[in-house]
């Protein structure tokens, strides 16, 4: 368990002994969980591990059935939304063009008509898809979807970013482009917490490692540790390519 | 309160249509004085009104609305009040309505008569017949196919009469040789016509109709089969609504000499289609009561 | 058969030639029904989304029960909406029955349901794909039925002529509270019914062959702004 966890002031978020249960399972188990500014959190895991689960869980989309998650200085969980940003493993675009798309984002965060405009070029150019702007965002292919995702959830300025699976879905091309986006991201100041099952995926970006398993988490270690010498057993057997138990 | 631009004006262009749309609707007519004649359908479909009307509405500048209904169904409306003037052929059922307050007074206006019309080839053999009830004994005889309007209008009213004098009882035979339609006079003949079966009807509605077929007449002119209209205004005590002045100077045109003439002048396919007799005390001389 | 020739020949000489009287009837026809649909609409469309994205105790019962009422009979419409306006009804005072509006009243009431249901579920398929990124964008409640409107348009719009083009053939209710008066009340469909009554089997075909190349050209008049404004929308 970090330390960084029984602080009374949380740096950014912070997890506390969070439950989730469906059906009568349990699927995220008391898990306890600070992101700290700084370094990338990638949560590896199997599948149906209860990564994603963990993951709106953090951000809001669902609530646990007990414990808690804690932002800093704030209670209403509508408003600590607003730090923050999500680009879901199958893209969700509207229907409408994709600069229409980010300046659709851009005026639920209250921002000025003039400005979302101009703001919305700029993400799209920095996702290089300036020249496609006018294009109906849902006839985009599934690479230029997904980086029109990342520009959308980017251009709301979040100081935490959760990306569940980015990558999963695309060729590795497209995939080395949201890579690239994902490290210039953290580059600025962005909290990324990164969901993946991928292990060359998350020994390319990860800081710090949170290891999931069944719902619960075995291990949080940073990443070069984690990746030499892993302490949980399911982690070494995932790693190892095996069943994991 | 979030809302696209495009989405409020569009909405905003709905309110605008649907405004615009009922306000100019054609009541603008409304400054014209105008009633509403409940009547039976057959009486419209005759196409009596279109040829009666415009001289009416041009002598006193009152429009006439007509509103076609089963003959049922107009009492019915005009009990509730919803019309001004009452013109049906259903003698008891129209003296019930003035008995029970809700008619001023029955006048006679005008009659035609029944008709049994039925297939060319005559299955029943009943042509040349003028004793209706002679002739519905020998369709229930035959089981020959029978069409009634089974609406409990003045023509059913009629129908029912005319089985009774015969006494035979054709709902036993509901279903099989008798059907009942349910429906207005145009409707059951156009029955009638595809189940190649006997029916009866007014002679204005058969002269009319064109959906005849091979369709003939095959019982006409017993006295039995005539079939007196009557007009009522609706009893403004009972319905403040109701229009009486124009309604009286409706009733008083159509039993004047003018009006009567001009039921006289109707004519379809060369053939007069209903005879005026207002005034005459006791109407029509030999009828039942129906 | 000669009755279809003959009909369509008779359609052709009646628009053709302009007449009058047909004239009258089209556009009371127009009027009644669009104006129905757009009331239908104003109402329809909210409530439907509505109930696509709130929760609510009885809501699963709600939602059975307009759309049940798609299936609304037009005669009992027409029935209810006599008695209503009928002068021994509550309304009567108004002095509507028997008028233009009355119809449009009862076209409305036939048709909200229709809009209503289909919206619910046009929007309820769409809430399922969009719900979690709106509420991750930070939408309220509000903002995400405007954003399946929007979104939905397409579907809404089949939804809005579903139920135009049950108001424009409907006659069941229109004969009852509009009584098929000549020059006032009477539409297509009365037409159509009043001639079939008089066994002219041919003037209604033909103007039933009017009306379903009227219901033709609204919606392909509906279905080519909307393509215009969607291509403008993406320019
Ligand atoms: N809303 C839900 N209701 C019931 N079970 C769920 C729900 N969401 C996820 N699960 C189950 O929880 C487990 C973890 O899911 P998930 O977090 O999506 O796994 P992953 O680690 O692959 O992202 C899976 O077994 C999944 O079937
Ligand atoms: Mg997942």
Redesign the interface.
């Known amino acids: 368990m970090p330390d960084g966890s029984r602080r009374p002031e949380p740096d950014l978020l912070e997890v506390r002994g969070v439950t989730f249960k469906a059906g009568g399972r349990m699927l995220v188990d008391h898990i306890d969980l600070a992101l700290r500014p700084g370094i990338v959190t990638v949560i590896l895991g199997p599948n149906g591990a209860g990564k994603s689960l963990l993951l ?1 869980l953090m ?1 809001g ?1 669902l609530t646990p059935a007990s414990g808690e998650i804690l932002m800093p200085g704030a209670g209403a969980t ?1 408003r600590t ?2 730090g923050q ?2 680009v ?1 493993q199958a893209p ?1 675009l ?4 994709a600069k229409a798309n980010i300046a ?2 851009l005026k ?2 209250g921002v000025s008509r003039a400005e979302r405009n101009a703001r919305a070029i700029t993400a799209l150019e920095q996702a290089g898809l300036a020249h496609l702007a ?3 965002a849902r006839r985009l292919s599934g690479g230029e979807q997904q980086r029109l995702a990342l520009a959308r959830a980017l251009a ?1 300025e979040p100081k935490i970013l959760f990306l569940d699976e980015p990558t999963a879905s695309l060729d590795p091309a497209s995939a080395r482009a949201i890579e690239g986006v994902i490290g210039d991201t953290h580059a600025r100041g962005v909290k990324v917490v990164l969901v993946t099952h991928d292990v060359g995926q998350a020994k390319r970006l990860a800081g710090e490692v949170v290891f999931l398993n069944r719902g619960k988490v075995t291990e949080i270690s940073p990443a070069k540790s984690f990746f030499k010498r892993p302490e949980s057993v399911p982690a070494r057997q995932f790693l190892a390519g095996e069943i994991v138990e | ?4 631009r ?2 409020t004006r569009g ?1 905003l262009m ?2 605008a ?2 405004l615009s ?2 306000l ?4 603008q ?1 409304a400054a014209k004085p105008f009633i ?1 004649l409940q009547s039976s ?1 057959s009486t ?2 005759s196409g009596l009104y ?1 040829f009666l009307l415009p001289r009416f509405t041009s002598k006193t500048g009152i429009e006439v ?5 089963g003959t049922g169904q107009a009492i019915n ?1 005009a ?4 019309g001004d003037v009452l013109l049906v052929h259903a003698r008891s059922a129209e003296e019930k309505f003035v008995a029970q307050g809700y008619g001023v007074k029955r006048f006679d206006v005008m009659y035609n008569d029944f008709i049994i019309v039925g297939p060319a080839d005559d299955p029943a053999e009943i042509s040349g017949l003028e004793d209706a009830s002679a002739a519905f004994k020998i369709i229930a005889a035959a089981k020959a196919p029978f069409a009634s309007r089974g609406d409990i209008s003045g023509t059913h009213k009629k129908e029912m009469k005319l089985w009774k004098a015969s006494q035979v009882d054709p709902v036993t035979a509901s279903g099989t040789w008798y059907r009942e339609t349910g429906s ?4 059951t ?2 029955v009638a016509v595809g189940l190649r079966a006997y029916t009866l009807t007014d002679r204005g509605t058969w002269i ?5 077929g091979d369709f003939k007449i095959h019982v006409q002119g017993g006295t039995a089969l005539l079939n007196q209209y009557g007009i009522i205004l609706v009893n403004p005590e009972k ?1 403040p ?1 109701v229009k009486a002045r124009e309604g009286q100077a409706f009733i008083d045109w159509i039993l004047s000499a003018q009006g009567q003439a001009a039921i006289a002048a109707y004519k379809l396919g060369g053939q007069q289609l209903f005879f005026p007799n207002a005034g005459t005390l006791s109407s029509l001389p030999l009828t039942g009561r129906d | 058969m000669s009755d279809f020739s003959s009909a369509l020949s008779k359609a052709l000489y009646l628009l053709i030639s302009g007449d009058a009287a047909l004239m009258e009837i089209i556009a ?1 026809s127009l ?1 009644v029904s ?2 129905a649909i ?2 239908a ?2 109402i329809g469309l909210p409530l439907g989304s509505v109930l696509a994205v709130a929760r609510f105790p009885g809501r699963g019962g709600v939602i059975t029960l307009v759309n049940a009422l798609m299936g609304l009979p037009p005669v009992v419409v027409g029935l209810i909406v ?1 008695m209503l306006l ?4 509550p309304f ?2 108004l ?1 509507l ?5 009355a119809m ?1 009243i009862a076209q409305t009431i036939l048709v909200t349901p229709i809009i209503a249901a289909l919206a619910r579920q046009a929007c309820e398929d769409l809430l399922e ?2 719900d ?2 709106l ?6 409640t ?2 995400i039925i ?2 399946l ?3 939905g348009r397409t579907r809404l719009l089949t939804a809005i002529l579903a139920g135009f083009g049950r108001a424009i053939a409907e006659v069941g209710a229109v004969m009852i509270v509009g ?6 009340t009477r539409t297509m469909t009365t037409a159509i019914a ?1 001639e ?7 003037l209604a075909l033909a103007l039933g062959v009017i009306l379903l190349a009227l219901a033709f050209a609204v919606n392909a008049a509906v279905m080519g702004l909307s393509g215009t404004a969607e291509r403008a ?3």
């Open positions: 709106r951000h989309l509508a939304r607003r940003a999500m879901f969700v509207l229907r409408r063009s659709y984002a639920l965060r006018d294009s109906p709301l | 309160m979030f809302l696209s495009t989405f909405c709905l309110a249509l649907v749309l009922t100019a609707s054609p009541r007519a509403i359908t419209v479909n279109n609305r007509v509103v076609s209904a409306n009990k509730n009040g919803d207005g006079m145009g409707a003949l156009n009319s109709f064109k959906n005849r319905h609504n | 009371l009027q669009l104006s757009a009331l609409t104003l006599y009928s002068n021994a009804g009567g005072v002095n029955l028997y008028t233009p509006t449009l794909e969009y979690e990124q509420r991750s964008l930070g939408a309220g509000g903002q405007a954003t409107l929007w979104d009584g098929n008066i000549n020059h006032v009043l079939t009554s008089k066994g002219n089997l041919a929308a993406h320019a």
